[in-house]
């Protein structure tokens, strides 16, 4: 099973400013990698997908890039929107597995 | 419009079974992966089982031997048997579009206690 590592667990951003998120996979997944925001209460949404491919409706001050076993999502100026918990998600191979989430929240 | 509505949840106890639904809109369900995502109450999101476009099933290892997961393609309709039933199963399952999770519907909770 691909093992996959978030970090940090929990990132403290004021509005306006930066954010990055890392994930980590334990054997390489090449580029099938996605990740979701997930907000109190609903379901998580897709907002990347083979690594960087930006979902329809994402905003474009969400970035993701990375291959391999490294990863990285980007928020390049956080709108109050934005506080939410996102998850990376391996499927290049099964089990398909997530990360264990990373929380953006309010400095 | 691609919509998937999840029904079926509820509380059970330990050692039962229940069938969950998802019914899919705007799309075959023949046509893509589909998959089965839950997660549990304040926990992070685990991938439960696949049926690929072509029937084949696949499922964690947490659940197999235990879910079974098929379809009915003239309803367009997934369902998901779950028998038995462990505390751990506790958790809102979605059903989920694709591979990489595209469509998700809004999760029926499953609450397995005596």
């Known amino acids: 099973e691909i093992v996959m590592t978030q970090s940090p667990a929990t990132l403290s951003v004021s509005p306006g400013e930066r954010a990055t998120l890392s994930c980590r996979a334990s054997?390489?997944?090449?580029?099938?990698l996605a990740w979701y925001q997930q907000k109190r209460g609903q379901a998580p949404r897709l907002l990347f997908y083979?690594?960087?491919t930006r979902a329809t409706g994402v905003p474009a001050r969400f970035s993701a890039s990375g291959s391999g076993t490294e990863f990285t999502l980007t928020i390049s100026s956080l709108q109050s929107e934005d506080f939410a918990v996102y998850y990376c998600h391996q499927y290049d191979n099964w089990p398909l597995t997530f990360g264990g989430g990373t929380k953006v929240e309010f400095k | 419009e691609v919509q998937l509505v999840e029904t079926g949840g509820g509380l059970v106890q330990p050692g039962g079974s229940l069938r969950l639904s998802c019914v899919a809109s705007?799309?075959?369900?023949?046509?893509?992966?589909m998959s089965w995502v839950r997660q549990a109450p304040g926990k992070g999101l685990e991938w439960v089982s696949v049926?690929?476009?072509?029937?084949?099933?696949n499922y964690a290892d947490s659940v197999k031997g235990r879910f079974t997961f098929s379809r009915d393609t003239s309803k367009n309709t997934l369902y998901l048997q779950m028998n038995s039933l462990r505390a751990e199963d506790t958790a809102v399952y979605y059903c989920?579009?694709?591979?990489?999770?595209?469509?998700w519907g809004q999760g029926t909770l499953v609450t397995v206690s005596s």
């Open positions: 989920a579009r694709a591979l990489y999770f595209d469509y």
């Open positions: 083979g690594a960087s």
């Open positions: 054997q390489s997944v090449s580029g099938n």
């Open positions: 049926i690929y476009s072509g029937g084949f099933t």
């Open positions: 705007g799309f075959t369900v023949t046509s893509n992966y």
